[in-house]
T-cell receptor, first 113, second 116 residues
Framework: DSGVTQTPKHLITATGQRVTLRCSPR?????VYWYQQSLDQGLQFLIQ???????AKGNILERFSAQQFPDLHSELNLSSLELGDSALYFC????????????FGPGTRLTVL | AQSVTQLDSHVSVSEGTPVLLRCNYS??????LFWYVQHPNKGLQLLLK????ATLVKGINGFEAEFKKSETSFHLTKPSAHMSDAAEYFC??????????????WGLGTSLAVNP
């Protein structure tokens, strides 16, 4: 158990809908990262937050957004969902920045029908 | 620009034989380098990391990697493969930017199969 929790574990929804994925980092970790993993694209870094502020952006679509709250938990919002958004979404946390080990949550499996 | 290339998408070895997973990187900065492992239907876990200390880095489960600046490589090795090593392995470089702004660049992964 990495200490990073993600909810929900599974999510099934329809095209055009909006969903919110939630991540709680390990106690004491200030950085949160979001990743998307699909069979055709592999593991893609989406976005990083550090102590409530956006720090780095990867291949995140404009339909997606994220935030980190004062208690350091983070949410990833996916809107206008398409079939191609079906994937495993991982959250990771680290003590501070990207030179530190990232601890990964178990992931949220999103299925868009 | 920073980049990382995992030279093999699939590697197959027999149990008890050595494992070599190859990774080349490109970075304008002194890089930090990581190897992560993902077992089937599980999350990712750090195997080892290099952050400008000893060039030979030892990780968990008997894996190690050597940072070779002249070859811009960070290959992952293990002397003797075990069935439980079958997994996806990712090489990661901490790329450009300063301090906590450094981006992580992930390789596409190498799938390791271990045959009995």
């Amino acid at each position: 158990d990495s200490g990073v929790t993600q909810t929900p574990k599974h999510l099934i929804t329809a095209t055009g809908q909006r969903v919110t994925l939630r991540c709680s980092p390990r106690s004491g970790d200030l950085s949160v990262y979001w990743y998307q993993q699909s069979l055709d694209q592999g593991l893609q870094f989406l976005i990083q937050y550090y102590n409530g502020e956006e720090r780095a952006k990867g291949n995140i679509l404009e339909r997606f957004s994220a935030q980190q709250f004062p208690d350091l938990h983070s949410e990833l919002n996916l809107s206008s969902l398409e079939l191609g958004d079906s994937a495993l979404y991982f959250c990771a946390s680290s003590v501070s920045g990207t030179n530190n080990e990232q601890f990964f949550g178990p992931g949220t499996r999103l299925t868009v029908l | 620009a920073q980049s990382v290339t995992q030279l093999d998408s699939h590697v197959s070895v027999s149990e008890g034989t050595p494992v070599l997973l190859r990774c080349n990187y490109s970075s304008s900065y002194s890089p930090s380098l990581f190897w992560y492992v993902q077992h089937p239907n599980k999350g990712l876990q750090l195997l080892l990391k290099y952050t400008s200390a000893a060039t030979l880095v030892k990780g968990i489960n008997g894996f190690e990697a050597e940072f070779k600046k002249s070859e811009t490589s960070f290959h992952l090795t293990k002397p003797s493969a075990h069935m439980s090593d079958a997994a996806e392995y990712f090489c990661v470089v901490s790329g450009g930017g300063a301090g906590n702004n450094r981006k992580l660049i992930w390789g596409l992964g190498t799938s390791l199969a271990v045959n009995p």
